[in-house]
């Protein structure tokens, strides 16, 4: 939440206030608004406003003037005043006002809290507070990592969807985050094109993703940590810990994979298979299709309930752009560790669904003979991510705390 002046911007709460009342703004102008003050700390582009408030949907610089001049409005400014919002000539528009982030208050749940912009922010998270920072790769793009919990490191590669503020609002990740954080100090980041790190980047492959991995164990000042990686972050996490084994002292996989599914397609009928999903979830992913991404929201939850998948569906819009939703899954459908997951030297704990609908079960085995010190575990779920209300999560955190003490 951020307080500038009288007014209060809760993001999460998705509303504004001033003295405490609510102000009543357009959804549009809302949005550009915490896109300005969460990155006023730079001069935001008309064309990265259209991008993060339309999306791919196209719209003339008529409806981007029109959502300014109500943003403005709401705050008490105007285009011939400019006092919180400058428009700067040929380069795009700016936040310019002082503004606080503040933790939300009494009303606000446990661990809800905001995590934009440039300075660090605690925030409640259990028995904790979270703080996040800012680090920038070598190409520039800033990537957002966060810390919570006290005791020793758990550092969790990055995975798609993540946003290292809503996640402790969202019941897909709540419940991880708390069990994560219990008596040790958890470190985890937003990927580059996802959450609070820069969406607008100018690469997007898998070694990007590694060499991020990298830049946050520096910025972070880590040493020597066990390393967590669920889903696509296992592989990345597996490609670290083969590049940098005096570091990563254990290794736990979950929900992860070696091969991409357009790499581990052995037929033409796979391989079909594989080509049909990448093309419904880019005319999914690019025309926000409510069909399709509930059907997307099933294969990761298929136990979950109608309200699971609604509350996934909501947390991935927010996460990232549907452009990059697109090659988010691309890239995905192309990640092959296989010829150096024998790299990897640590102790390695592989958890993963025995019916996992999303990645099967048959990707652990893979991993686990690929491994030279690995064990590897199933348990009784269906879900990819699992839930906080199935067996399977108490065994999971479990099996996750034995190997970090032995």
């Not at 969790?156 to 809503?166: P, R, V």
């Not at 988010?328 to 640590?346: G, N």
């Amino acid at each position: 939440m951020f307080r500038f002046e009288e007014y209060e911007l809760d993001i999460a709460g998705h509303q504004l206030r001033r003295g405490g009342e609510p102000v009543h703004v357009e959804p549009r102008a809302f949005d550009l608004l915490c896109h300005l003050v969460a990155y006023r700390d730079r001069v935001v582009s008309k064309n990265e406003l259209l991008d993060e408030v339309w999306g791919d949907r196209f719209v003339s610089e008529a409806a981007l003037t029109t959502a300014l001049r109500t943003a403005r409005l709401a705050i008490g400014d105007t285009g011939e005043q400019q006092r919180l919002i400058r428009t700067v000539h040929r380069r795009g528009y700016q936040f310019v006002a002082p503004a606080s982030v503040v933790r939300s208050g009494p009303a606000a749940e446990p661990g809800q809290g905001q995590g934009v912009g440039a300075a660090a922010v605690r925030e409640p998270a259990g028995a904790d507070h979270q703080l996040i920072r800012f680090c920038q790769a070598e190409d520039g793009t800033r990537i957002a990592y966060a810390t919570v919990g006290t005791g020793p490191p758990l550092l969790k590669a990055a995975n798609w969807m993540s946003h290292l503020d809503l996640e402790w609002t969202t019941p897909v990740w709540s419940h991880w985050l708390a069990g994560l954080a219990r008596d040790r100090q958890l470190i985890r980041y937003d990927e580059r094109g996802c959450g609070l790190s820069d969406w607008q980047v100018p690469s997007f492959s898998f070694e990007d993703w590694v060499d991020d991995l990298d830049t946050v164990v520096e910025a972070a000042g880590l040493d020597r940590f066990p390393l967590l990686g669920v889903s696509q972050g296992g592989a990345v996490a597996m490609a670290y810990a083969a590049r940098r084994p005096e570091r990563v002292t254990r290794l736990i996989l979950a929900g992860a994979y070696a091969q991409g599914r357009q790499v581990r397609a052995r037929d033409d009928a796979e391989r079909a298979a594989a080509a049909l999903d990448l093309e419904l979830a880019r005319v999914g992913w690019s025309t926000q299709d409510p069909s399709f991404l509930q059907v997307f929201a099933s294969q990761f939850l298929p136990d979950g309930t109608p309200q699971d998948w609604e509350e996934f569906i909501a947390f991935q819009r927010r996460t990232t752009s549907p452009a990059n939703g697109v090659r988010f899954l691309e890239e995905f459908a192309r990640i092959d560790v296989s010829a150096i997951a024998h790299r990897v030297a640590c102790p390695t704990l592989i958890l993963h669904s025995r019916d996992d609908a999303r990645v099967p079960a048959s990707q652990a085995n893979e991993l686990a003979a690929l491994i030279p010190d690995s064990r590897l575990v199933l348990l009784d779920s269906r879900n990819h991510l699992l839930t906080s209300s199935e067996l399977a999560w108490a065994e999971f955190l479990t099996r996750i705390d034995a190997f970090l003490t032995e």
